[in-house]
Structures are given as C-alpha cells and as structure tokens.
C-alpha cells in the first residue's frame, strides 16, 4: 500500500505540524477542520513553523515553498478525504468526539482509505467499531515538535490489517520519522508509559518536601547523563496538562497525595500563570533556565 494524498484531520498543536511535516516530505496534504476560520488560524501557525524548520532542520526556502504547494485546506469532510490514502485525525481527546467524527469519517471517504488516530491517551480498540472498516485502523502516535522530536509510535488493535500496520510504520519513516512498532494496544504507548512515573514520581517527592525541583533534576541528570530533569521536562510539556492529569486522577481516587499535588500546582503555578516555558517561568525561568547554567551539576 503506498500513499499519495494524506489528511489530516484537526489543525490543533499536534495536527498542524503533521499536516506540515507530511507535506515537506512530499505528500499532498489536505487540512481539514470544522470551519474556515480554525483553518486560517493554522495557515497562520505554519508561518511560524516554516522558521523552525529553516532553524532546526536547515530546510531552504524552495522546499519551505514546494511545502506550501502541496497543502490544501478544507472544512468540508466529504471534499476534504475524497482523494485520501490515509486519513490522521488529530481531534480533541474527547472519546465521543473522536466517535462521531469516525462516523461521519467512515460514510465519507472512500473504501480504500486508512484511518489512524493520534490519540496519546485513548486506545484504537476504542473507536475501531466506529470507523466501518477496523481492518483498516490503527493509532499513529507523534511527539509535541515532531520534526525534532520524531517519534512515530505505530500501535494496532486486534483487528488490524497487518498490511496496513506495516504500510504505516513505512509511511511513518517516509515522512522522516523513528518509526515505532507496538506489538499490542497499551494505554500510554511506550514514551507516556515511561515518561509519566518519572513525572510522578519527581513530583511527589517535592510536594512531600524530601527536596526542591532543582535538587530533583539534578540527581537526576547527574546520576542518568539525561540532558534535563523531570521538572524541565514539566515545563515544557506544560504545568496546565500536569495539573490537569493529577486533577482527573485525584477526582477519581481521591487520593490524599494526588488532591496534595493539586492543590500545590494551582497555588503555586496555575494561579500565578507560571505555566513552563510558554509563559516564561514554571519550575525554572526562561529562556535561560538555571540547569542550562554551567555549574548547575556541581
């Protein structure tokens, strides 16, 4: 299976940098989304991006252009997929969302169309009833900056086509990515389920006072050669999102440490606007944050 014309359905934080980073590797990328105006507002942010990539990856102006041109846009879903090989939605985290988009998705493009979800929390087994064509779906899942942080963590459900799994994980490493095969559905992937104990864990011993954030990333960094700690990592993920998990955990547990944690990130963060890198300050002050400072590892 080979693909020619991609959609990327939703233009959020992760859905415009795939559209982008498919197109400036060669596809013809349409961009949908619910209206116009959300659709020139992501016309906007690939501007922006087009400094990053000239930045990052030394991308010269005739390829930033030639990317241009290989991306359309449309808030029409049916016009949107008419012609797509393969379709990644990147709607919100919603399930039922993700649900009534699928069976819209499913009545609208054609038969030969795969669908994979970029969902970093939810499961294809999920939403494969939805879709009308299970065989034909799987989850495509990238980081936040994919044209450097590109990992393509490619997982499937039991009903998944393996030729489908395999022309994914090829497409995946088409579009200059690490591609990442899953050999079963896990909640997390490999990144998050790695990633969110370090953070936890980093997190609770903080709020129980063994040490400061500093302290914490130190250890870290020095014991592991890791570039930065879990509070850096924190602030670039954004403290919104961990406040938002440890919230959603703590509601359903009630847990006395999870209701602890929240109510020290909205104290002490949400409430001041100290929300990570985005705003300027979180756990550290940027853009020169202190474990960038020489002599934070002695």
Known sequence: MEFKNVTIAGSGVLG??????????????TVYDINDEVLEKAKAKFDGLSQAYKNDLKATQEQL?????????NSDLAIAVKDADLVIE???ENPQIKIDFYQKLSKAAPQKTIFATNSSTLLPSDFADATGRPEK??????ANEIWKHNTAEVMGHPGTDKKVFDSVVAFSKSIGMVALPLHK???????????VPLLTAATDLLVNEVADAETIDKTWMV???????????????GITTAYNINKMAADATNDPLKIKTVEYLKKNFIDKNKLGVSTGEGFYKYPNPAYLDKDFMK
């Open 137 to 142: 779906f799987l989850a495509l899942h990238f």
């Open 223 to 237: 014991a592991t050669s890791a570039p930065i700690g879990p509070f850096a990592i924190l602030d670039i993920v």
């Open 65 to 73: 252009d030639a990317t241009f041109k290989r991306l359309a846009y």
């Open 16 to 29: 415009y940098q795939i559209a982008f980073q498919t197109a400036f590797h060669g596809y013809n990328v």
């Open 90 to 92: 990147a709607v919100p």
């Open 185 to 195: 559905e896990q909640p997390g992937y490999i990144v998050n389920s790695l990633l």
